[in-house]
């Protein structure tokens, strides 16, 4: 098992208070796993915006599949970058809106650039990249 250090924090006693609350409500047993838990999602997302290495990101969307041209426009752009784009969920979620979460994988700044171009699509209404890595090295 690799070495454990312990190091010290100071902080306001309000803020650690707030993050008390926080990790409770998620779960967490101890501050040292939530704060493990912080660190990592603080390294992957630096490797994800840094790295020239493959990588996999998801991109989650909400449209009205009723918008003129806007569900042929979306699909368009999946054919468009289909070596990016490896899998695409497909949720009817009432009878205008549609959420699609597609799962890419790229260097990073080609997954953001297919995520940027399919987000600017007129009539998206609310959409988010959530960038993950393949986690090396974070055990
Ligand atoms: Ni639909």
Not at 43 to 56: N, S
Not at 72 to 79: I, M, T
Not at 103 to 114: H, M, Q, S, Y
Request: proline letters at 1%; one cysteine or more.
């Amino acid at each position: 098992m690799e070495e454990l250090v312990r190091f010290g924090v100071s902080i306001s006693a309000q803020l650690l208070e707030q993050f008390d609350r926080l990790i409770s409500r998620k779960g967490y047993v101890n501050r040292s796993e939530a704060i493990r838990d912080l660190i990592r999602k603080h390294l992957v997302e630096h490797e994800w915006e840094q790295g020239d290495k493959e990588t996999l990101g998801t991109l989650t969307l909400v449209y009205n599949h009723h918008v003129r041209d806007l569900p042929d426009r979306l699909e368009d752009l999946q054919h468009d970058h289909y070596h990016r784009i490896i899998s695409t969920m497909h949720v009817h979620v009432d009878e205008q809106n549609c959420l699609e979460v597609m799962v890419l994988r790229g260097r990073p700044a080609e997954i953001r650039a297919v995520s940027d171009s399919i987000l600017n699509v007129k009539g998206v209404k609310h959409g988010q990249l959530v960038m993950t890595s393949k986690g090396q090295g974070l055990d």
